[in-house]
């Protein structure tokens, strides 16, 4: 429906918010309803969603809350190279942590964060694929 033409009323809007929403980026549509180009490229961009939203893909924190030493598990699925991005409730940057092939673990020391809540996301190829928080408790 997110690819129709938005003539057709108001359920192609409302479905192109929902997308948004649910993959966490910002899909431009082409608003030309005749030009079948532009549809093709984004049925393309939404196949390649689709196949970065199914491939599998986990990231565990633990200790959580934690003193601000923790260590992440990490599983990328088919990709080799993530990053992530450690940031607090107010959105200042904190750290970025390079995550590097396809299975691992990465030890974060963040010991000088005071309490508080914490977020984190991970970036695949300039995609947020995922998102958390952690509590920082000395």
């Excluded at 608003?31 to 491939?55: F, W």
């Excluded at 601000?68 to 993530?82: C, E, I, P």
């Excluded at 390079?98 to 809540?117: D, F, P, R, V």
């Amino acid at each position: 429906m997110a690819n129709e033409c938005e003539v057709k009323g108001w359920y192609v809007a409302q479905s192109r918010g929902i997308l948004n929403v649910v993959n966490g980026i910002l899909i431009n549509y082409a608003d030309n309803c005749e030009d079948t180009k532009a549809n093709d490229e984004i049925v393309n961009e939404e196949e390649k969603l689709t196949s970065i939203i199914e491939s599998k893909r986990s990231f565990n924190v633990f200790p959580n809350p934690n003193n601000g030493n923790m260590t992440m598990n990490y599983d990328l699925g088919k990709d080799s190279d993530a990053n992530m991005i450690l940031y607090d409730v107010t959105g200042k940057l904190i750290n970025t942590y390079n995550l590097q092939n396809t299975i691992g673990a990465i030890e974060i020391n963040e010991a000088q964060l005071h309490n508080g809540i914490y977020f984190y996301y991970i970036l695949i190829n300039g995609v947020r694929v995922n998102s958390n928080k952690i509590v920082i408790i000395k």
